[in-house]
C-alpha cells in the first residue's frame, strides 16, 4: 500500500519537489520534468528519458554524468505530454541534437514521437527509441511490439555513455539501437501496487502463487504459476531469457536482478546465488552484473532479470562510470557549484489561440466552455468506475486522467474565451492544454481530437450540422492515424465511430450519443490490439474499454447540454 501523500492529484509535483531538493547538486528543475545541474556541454548529444512516475530510480534518479542529460516527468504510470518532453528537451539540447527514448507503450511512443516533430521544426535535431525488452508481452517474431520494462536502464545506460564518449546524435541512436536489440527482460510478481488514495491493489496475486511475465504498470503477469523458491525461480528467470538469445551474440553479458519495489536486497541477492551459477555453467561470462532496485513499480512485489549480450563496444559503455542521484559507478569528477545553471521556469511554447472571432463564433465559444464545464463534473463522478475498468488490463489511472485533462481543458477554455476566442480557439486551447496536463495515452488522443475539430469549426460564423459532424470526422481521422488504430481494436474509436455514423445519416445528438453508448458497452466483447491492454487480451475481455466508455459519457452530457437549447434553424 502507497501510505505517504499528501492529494493524491498532486503526488508527482509533490514528489518531485522533495527529490529537487534532495539532489541539487546533481539535477535543475524545469517545467515537465529534471536535467543535469550543469548545462549539456556544448557540442554533446542531450539523453532524456521519462515517463510516468512511479518507477524511481527511472526517471528522474538516474539524471547526471554518464547517464541521462534529463526526465520527462509524468503522473503517476502515465506518459509525460508532448509538450513536456519538449520542453525538457529544449533545456537538456547542447547544440548536437537530443535522443529521447522510453519504453514501449502507446502513451509514451505518441507523446514523444510528436516532441520530435515540434523539436525538429524548431530547428533541434531529435531522434526517439522505444525500449522492447519483454519477452512476455510479445512473440518473438513481432519484437517491435513487446513493452520497455527493466531493460530500460540498460539502453539508457549505454546511449548515455555513447553521447559522453562524443558520438553524433545518429551514433547515440544506434548504440540505443543496439543495446536494445541484444536486450531480453523476464519478470515475476508476487503482489500488486497500489495507486496513491487508492482503496486496493490494482491487481492481487492468489496465496502461494505467481503471476509471470508482468509490466512496471500495475498491469498483472500474463500467467500464473505456483510460487517457487529463490533457487526454482532463478532458474525459471535464466531459462526464459536465455531462450531468447539474440542470433550471432557472444557469451559476454550484463546482467540486472531488479526488484520492483517490495522485494528487498537479501531475498534478490538469494535469487541472485542461484542466477548467476545457472548463466555461468550455461558458459557466459557475466561483466558487472547489477542487483538491486532500478526500474521499479511503486510498492509492487517482485523482480526481474534482464540479460544484454555485449560486444565490445557495448561492454566499453556498459562499464563506463555514471554519477547520478541513485546510480554510482567508477569516478566522476564532481562538478563546481558555480558552473551549474539556475532554475528554469518555462520552457514551453505558448501559441495564442484568442484569434480574432465575429461575435457568432465568440458566442459558439462560450457555449463550448460550458459544456467542457459539465463533461469535467461527469468525469470526476465517473472517476472511481473509470479506473476499475482500466485495471482489469491496464494501469488503473483512465479515470484520473480524465479529470486531469478535462480540469486542464476548462481552465485553458476559460481563459481565450475571456480573450474573445471562438469556437476554434476555445476548442484548439482546451485540447492543447488536456494534451499537456493528462498526458498519457488519452491525453494525446484527446487533444488531438479537440484541435482537429477546432481546425475545422473555426472561429468565423456559428457552425452547422454539416460543420459539426464534418469536425468529428476529422477528429476520428486523426485519433485513427496517431493511435495507428481501427474499428475493433477495442479502443476509444470504437465508440466515437457509431456516434460519427449516427450524425451523418442525420440522427439527433441524443441518438448518436445513444449510439456510441451501446458500442462502448460492445467493447467489452472485444481483444484489444493496441495500446497497454494488448498483452493482457484475454483478462479484457468481458469488460469494456475504459476509453470507449469515458468517450460516450461525454458525448451523452455533450448531447444532453446542447439538444434542448439547439432545436431550432440548422442547429441541434
Known amino acids: 500500500m502507497t501510505r505517504l501523500y499528501n492529494d493524491p492529484a498532486s503526488f508527482t509535483d509533490d514528489m518531485l519537489a522533495g527529490f529537487l531538493d534532495a539532489n541539487a547538486g546533481y539535477v535543475t528543475g524545469v517545467p515537465g520534468g529534471v536535467v543535469r545541474a550543469s548545462p549539456t556541454r556544448p557540442g554533446k548529444v542531450a539523453v532524456v528519458v521519462g515517463g510516468g512516475t512511479g518507477h524511481y530510480p527511472a526517471f528522474c534518479g538516474l539524471v547526471g554524468h554518464g547517464l541521462a542529460d534529463g526526465a520527462v516527468v509524468g503522473n503517476v504510470f502515465t506518459s509525460p505530454s508532448a509538450a513536456a518532453v519538449a520542453s525538457v528537451a529544449r533545456a537538456a539540447d547542447g547544440g548536437a541534437g537530443v535522443l529521447l527514448t522510453t519504453g514501449n507503450y502507446a502513451g509514451d511512443v505518441m507523446n514523444f514521437g510528436l516532441a520530435v516533430e515540434q523539436l525538429e521544426a524548431e530547428g533541434i535535431p531529435a531522434r526517439y527509441l522505444a525500449v522492447t525488452d519483454d519477452i512476455a508481452s510479445g512473440p518473438a517474431d513481432d519484437i517491435a511490439a513487446r513493452r520497455g520494462i527493466a531493460g530500460d536502464f540498460t539502453i539508457f545506460k549505454c546511449a548515455s555513455a555513447a553521447a559522453e564518449a562524443g558520438y553524433d546524435l545518429d551514433g547515440v541512436f544506434q548504440v540505443a539501437a543496439l543495446a536494445n536489440d541484444n536486450t531480453r527482460t523476464l519478470g515475476v510478481a508476487f503482489d500488486g501496487c497500489t495507486l496513491p488514495g487508492a482503496p486496493a491493489p ?9 503471476g509471470l511475465g508482468l509490466g512496471i504498470h500495475g498491469e498483472p503477469g500474463v500467467a500464473v504459476h505456483k510460487l517457487p523458491s529463490a533457487a526454482e525461480l532463478a532458474e525459471l528467470l535464466v531459462t526464459g531469457v536465455l531462450k531468447e538469445k539474440p542470433a550471432d551474440a557472444g557469451s559476454r553479458i550484463a546482467v540486472m536482478l531488479n526488484g520492483l519495489g517490495r522485494t528487498k536486497y537479501e531475498e534478490l541477492f538469494v535469487v541472485w546465488a542461484t542466477a548467476a551459477e545457472l548463466l555461468r555453467t550455461a558458459g557466459y561470462t557475466v561483466v558487472q552484473p547489477e542487483v538491486g532496485e532500478l526500474v521499479t513499480s511503486l510498492d509492487m512485489a517482485g523482480c526481474s532479470l534482464t540479460v544484454m549480450w555485449l560486444d565490445e563496444e557495448l561492454q566499453r559503455f556498459w562499464t563506463a562510470p555514471a554519477d547520478t542521484p541513485a546510480y554510482r559507478r567508477g569516478s566522476i569528477v564532481e562538478v563546481p557549484a558555480a558552473t551549474r545553471r539556475r532554475a528554469v521556469t518555462d520552457t514551453y511554447h505558448h501559441p495564442d489561440f484568442a484569434a480574432t472571432a465575429d461575435d457568432a463564433a465568440r458566442q459558439g465559444g462560450i457555449a463550448i466552455a460550458e459544456a467542457l464545464h459539465a463533461v469535467a463534473a461527469a468525469m470526476v463522478e465517473a472517476e472511481a468506475e473509470l479506473g476499475r475498468i482500466d485495471a482489469v488490463a491496464g494501469d488503473g489511472d483512465h479515470g484520473r486522467g480524465m479529470v486531469r485533462g478535462t480540469a486542464a481543458a476548462c481552465a485553458a477554455a476559460d481563459e481565450v474565451v475571456g480573450r474573445g476566442a471562438g469556437q476554434g480557439g476555445v476548442l484548439r486551447a482546451a485540447g492543447a492544454a488536456w494534451a499537456a496536463q493528462a498526458g498519457g495515452t488519452s491525453g494525446v488522443l484527446w487533444g488531438a481530437a479537440l484541435t482537429a475539430l477546432g481546425d475545422r469549426l473555426g472561429d468565423v460564423g456559428r457552425p452547422t450540422d454539416a460543420d459539426i459532424v464534418a469536425g468529428l470526422r476529422a477528429a476520428y481521422d486523426s485519433l485513427a492515424r496517431l493511435g495507428k488504430a481501427r474499428p475493433g481494436d477495442k479502443t476509444m474509436l470504437d465508440a466515437l465511430l457509431p456516434l460519427i455514423e449516427a450524425a451523418e445519416n442525420g440522427a439527433s445528438w441524443h ?5 456510441a453508448e451501446s458500442a462502448a458497452r460492445a467493447t467489452a466483447e472485444l481483444r484489444p490490439k493496441v ?7 484475454e483478462r479484457s475481455i468481458g469488460s469494456p474499454d475504459a476509453g470507449a466508455v469515458s468517450l460516450a459519457i ?19
Not at 452530457?557 to 440548422?570: I, K, L, N, Q, Y
Open 531 to 537: 495500446g497497454r491492454a494488448r498483452p493482457l487480451a
Open 202 to 210: 490494482l491487481f492481487t496475486v492468489e496465496q502461494g502463487t505467481m
Open 511 to 515: 441518438s448518436a450519443a445513444a449510439a
Open 554 to 572: 461525454c458525448a451523452r452530457v455533450v448531447a444532453d447540454h446542447f439538444e434542448p437549447v439547439v432545436t431550432e434553424g440548422t442547429h441541434r
